[in-house]
C-alpha cells in the first residue's frame, strides 16, 4: 500500500506542510514615551507661556485704547480752548462802555454826572444810566 500512498498527492502534501511547521517567537518592542509627569510639566509651561503672551496682549489694547482717549481728549481740550477764547472776545466786546452807553440811550434811559461813581481803569469817563421819567 505504500505505493498508492506515494502516488497520493494528498498524502504528500500532509508529510510536508507537517514537517514545514515552525513556531517562531516574536519579540515586541515597545518604544519608551514621555512620562505622564513630564507630559504635565511641559503642558503647565505651555500653558503660562500662552497665559502670559494674552495678558501682554490683553494690557497692549488697553494701552492703545487709553492713547486714542488721551489723543481725543487733547482735541476736544484744544477746541474748548478756541471756544472759550471766543466767547472771552465776545465778553469784551459786549462789556465796552459805549455800547453799553448806547444800548442804554436806546432803551431811553438818560446819562445823570451826578450819579455816577466811576470804579475801573478808564480815567475821568464815567457812565451811569437812569431811566427817563414818564412825562404824562
Known sequence: MSYYYQGNLAMELEKESRSVTKT??????IKPTIPTGEKLLYLLFISLTVTGLGMVGVRYSQISQMNYEIQSTKKENRLIA???ATLKLQIEQLSN???IQREAERQGM?????AVHTIGQENGK?????????QP
Do not use: I
Open 126 to 134: 464815567a457812565s451811569s444810566l437812569q431811566q427817563k421819567p414818564n
Open 110 to 114: 438818560v446819562y445823570n454826572a451826578n
Open 97 to 99: 462802555r459805549d455800547r
Open 24 to 29: 517562531t517567537k516574536r519579540t515586541v518592542r
Open 82 to 84: 478756541e471756544n472759550n
